[in-house]
């Protein structure tokens, strides 16, 4: 998983109650943001939107590969263990 957005000397954390990391990305306060032109900050949460869209996407599309690669370790692993015992059974008799 992506580390998001930290200052530094800050460490990053994963919050689960914000998996797209909005709330550690966006450390504008208001003043600053509105200080920024009328245009800027029209685009910003467009910009902000697209972002959110995109990372669910793919966190959707990588997901699901990620639990099929794991369920195929776990098979592979299983057979693993079957050759080995079949191996040491030999070796000992």
């Known amino acids: 998983m992506e580390k ?14 914000d998996p797209d990391h909005v709330a550690s990305e966006i450390e504008t306060s208001l003043d600053e943001y509105e200080a920024y ?3 800027t900050k029209e685009r910003a949460f467009p910009v ?4 959110i869209a995109t990372r669910r996407a793919i966190r959707e599309l ?3 590969e990620i639990a099929a690669l794991a369920t195929t370790l776990q098979r592979i692993d299983k057979r693993l ?3 080995e015992r ?3 059974d030999r070796e000992t008799s």
């Open 81 to 83: 263990d079957a050759i």
């Open 86 to 88: 079949l191996v040491d």
């Open 48 to 51: 902000l939107a697209n972002r």
């Open 4 to 17: 998001p957005y930290t200052k530094r000397g800050q460490t990053p954390s994963f919050d689960p109650n």
């Open 62 to 64: 990588v997901l699901s």
């Open 37 to 39: 032109p009328t245009d």
